[in-house]
């Protein structure tokens, strides 16, 4: 069974500067990987699918790269509603999320 | 445009089935896999299972022998039921539209999530 690692569990990070989450799979997943935005209490949301694609309407600040094992969601410019909680996910017979990187203000 | 709405008992008994249903409005219900997922209280989100709108399943290996998801597209609905649940399935559950595709590898994600319902187990 493929095992999803995200890095760090929390990140800080000031308004403006660029954030990089990572996600790493156990065994290579190609570009199998999506991104979600998680705000409490709200339901997640799609940000990149294909380890590269943004979902629609979603801001060019977000961007996915990598494939096989290493993975990576960068946020260019960090705005104030960005900072919440984003989550991985691949697809190998069946949907397995990572952990979460909990993203806060420095 | 799409929305999905959960719906349910909010207060489930120990050894009893947890029964949600999910109403999609603004779209149909054809042509797409149709996912459960769920979020224990401060903790990450686990995916439960999938229906795609005629009536295959795929579900999680770790819950597969508890659980039962169900469409009926003459009411745009699909359900879950969750069987035998103990205080550890206290959670948000979300439903949540999903495209399934295949280029060398099968790609999944899902696109549009309900709010969101909570459950909680107790006696």
């Known amino acids: 069974e493929i095992v999803m690692t995200q890095s760090p569990a929390t990140l800080s990070v000031s308004p403006g500067e660029r954030a990089t989450l990572s996600c790493r799979a156990s065994?290579?997943?190609?570009?199998?990987l999506a991104w979600y935005q998680q705000k409490p209490g709200q339901a997640p949301r799609l940000l990149i699918y294909?380890?590269?694609t943004r979902a629609t309407g979603i801001p060019a600040r977000f961007s996915g790269s990598g494939s096989g094992t290493e993975f990576t969601l960068t946020i260019s410019s960090l705005q104030s509603e960005d900072f919440a909680v984003y989550y991985c996910q691949q697809y190998n017979n069946w949907p397995l999320f990572g952990q979460g990187t909990k993203l806060e203000i420095k | 445009q799409v929305q999905l709405q959960e719906s349910g008992p909010g207060l489930v008994k120990p050894s009893e089935t947890l029964s949600l249903t999910c109403t999609v409005s603004?779209?149909?219900?054809?042509?797409?896999?149709w996912s459960w997922i769920r979020q224990p209280p401060g903790k990450g989100l686990e995916w439960i299972g999938y229906i795609y709108y005629s009536g295959s399943t795929n579900y999680n290996p770790s819950l597969k022998s508890r659980v039962t998801i169900s469409v009926d597209t003459s009411k745009n609905q699909f359900s879950l039921k969750l069987s035998s649940v103990t205080a550890a399935d206290t959670a948000v559950y979300y439903c949540?539209?999903?495209?399934?595709?295949?280029?060398?590898?099968?790609?999944?994600?899902?696109?549009?999530w309900g709010k969101g319902t909570t459950v909680t187990v107790s006696s």
């Open positions: 294909g380890a590269s």
């Open positions: 949540a539209r999903g495209r399934l595709y295949f280029s060398a590898y099968y790609y999944y994600y899902m696109d549009v």
């Open positions: 603004g779209g149909s219900i054809s042509s797409y896999y």
């Open positions: 065994q290579s997943v190609s570009s199998n």
